[in-house]
């Protein structure tokens, strides 16, 4: 083949991998954007305004939120002559983005009635037909800047999906008929506790995301951690583990618990884990197919990082750090890693060494939050699929429990 034939074919290569790659970009969009208003199905207009705290978001505004991501960032100033939809929703709808303009303030987010979930449907309609006009009709050198916001778009937008579930999960915590998001959903079953620790080989470990695939910035750069004498607990705590340290005076014993931790047990009466109600003489708590019965073989869920420090000091264990866990994950150590709960370290959310933000208004996304809070690994029932992966650094304050959270502790020594 002469020099121009290899030219031409390597070119034809090249336009016809990229056509490929639109037709999956575009299809991605369509699937992880209907992914968001499938989960928002079985909630009533009443239900997507509702706000109740001050961390926790309406339905409505996630739904509008992640669709202004879209406009702000990837066709605002990618499609040329785009119209926005309706200018006042950037400043309804910027979550906390300083360098993208003013915004309503959060606590406030569920006294806005107007625009109504109708209208908001409009919004998402309108940026989607947008963005699937982007996507096919961009020229070539403008798709290779536009694929990596999608995917990040994307990412996003998954992230709020998990947050509407959690985020309707408490509002309905609030109402005493126990309402349920779908009387059909099913908890993960998981492989029970067996006490069983595992040794996480003693050495050098690699942690962090390569390049090889999608990450958050955060889960850069890759570097290497000292492992040195420490077990995993194969499993998740269950609750019956859980109800063991309740009977044992773990909600009445101070010597357990962070002087924070138990700062929290007095000011908001803690005796059980978020959502726990003792009915009869049995406790429940309340799911997202309602209110339900403690399985005890079941693993913990919505206990805050004070919560289970306590359980840990409680256990006479400890909870891994984040790198312990990451090492024990990627060695298949661990059962349930994945899609039950997501599970407290002991690590501050921190940046990993070299760490550098992007540049511009994305350069918020993570890095801004890098103080006091903790970081949970794996991934619960309410992720969505795709979603999950051994790198995945989520964080909460200390305090929180609306997520689901729970742990599997460590032993060291
Ligand atoms: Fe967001």
């Known amino acids: ?38 989960r928002a199905a079985p909630l009533s207009p009443e239900d997507q305004v509702v ?4 961390d926790a978001s309406p339905t409505k505004w996630h739904r509008a939120h992640t669709t202004w991501f879209f406009e702000q960032f990837l066709l605002v100033p990618k499609l040329p002559g785009y119209k926005v939809f309706d200018e006042r929703f950037a400043y309804l709808f910027n979550s906390y983005y300083v360098s993208a303009g003013p915004r309503h303030a959060r606590p406030m987010r569920g006294l806005v009635t107007r625009p109504n979930a109708d209208e908001v449907t409009a919004y998402r309609d309108h940026v989607d037909q947008a963005v699937t006009r982007l996507i096919e009709s961009c020229d070539a050198a403008t798709f290779e800047t536009i694929a990596p916001i999608i995917e990040i778009g994307l990412n996003h937008e998954q992230q709020h999906q998990e947050l509407m579930l959690t985020d309707i999960l408490h509002a309905f915590a609030q109402n005493p008929t126990s309402p349920a998001y779908d009387r059909e959903w099913q908890p993960l079953r998981t492989r029970s506790g067996s006490g069983e620790f595992v040794e996480i080989p003693t050495g050098i470990a690699a942690v962090g995301q390569d390049g090889d695939g999608f990450c958050f910035d955060n889960e850069q750069p890759k570097h290497r951690v000292l492992i040195e004498g420490v077990r995993i607990a194969r499993h998740l705590v269950t609750n019956r583990e859980w109800l063991a340290f309740m009977a044992d005076g773990g909600y009445s014993t101070p010597t357990l618990w962070l002087s924070d931790g138990w700062t929290m047990v007095e000011a908001e009466g803690w005796t059980a884990p978020g959502y726990w109600q003792e009915r009869d003489g049995q406790w429940h708590s309340l799911t997202l197919a309602g209110l339900k019965p403690i399985d005890p073989d079941a693993p913990v869920c919505h206990v805050s990082y004070y919560e289970a420090d306590a359980f840990a000091r409680w256990a006479g264990k400890q909870l891994p750090s984040e790198t312990e866990w990451e090492t024990a994950a990627r060695a298949g150590l661990i059962d349930d890693a994945f899609g039950a709960v997501w599970q407290w370290t002991r690590s501050a959310y921190l940046p990993y060494p070299g760490y550098r933000a992007v540049e511009g208004a994305l350069g918020e996304y993570n890095g801004k939050f ?5 970081v949970l690994r794996g991934s619960s029932l309410a992720t969505p699929s795709g979603h999950s992966r051994v790198s995945y650094r989520n964080f909460f304050y200390p305090p929180a429990r609306w997520q689901f959270s729970g742990l599997r502790l460590a032993e060291r020594g």
């Open 1 to 38: 083949m002469s020099n121009a034939a290899r030219s031409l074919w390597r070119d034809e290569t090249h336009a016809r991998n990229q056509d490929q790659r639109r037709a999956d970009w575009a299809q991605s969009f369509f699937t992880i954007r209907a992914e968001t208003e499938r």
């Open 370 to 374: 890098m103080v006091s809070q903790m």
């Open 51 to 54: 706000q109740s705290m001050p």
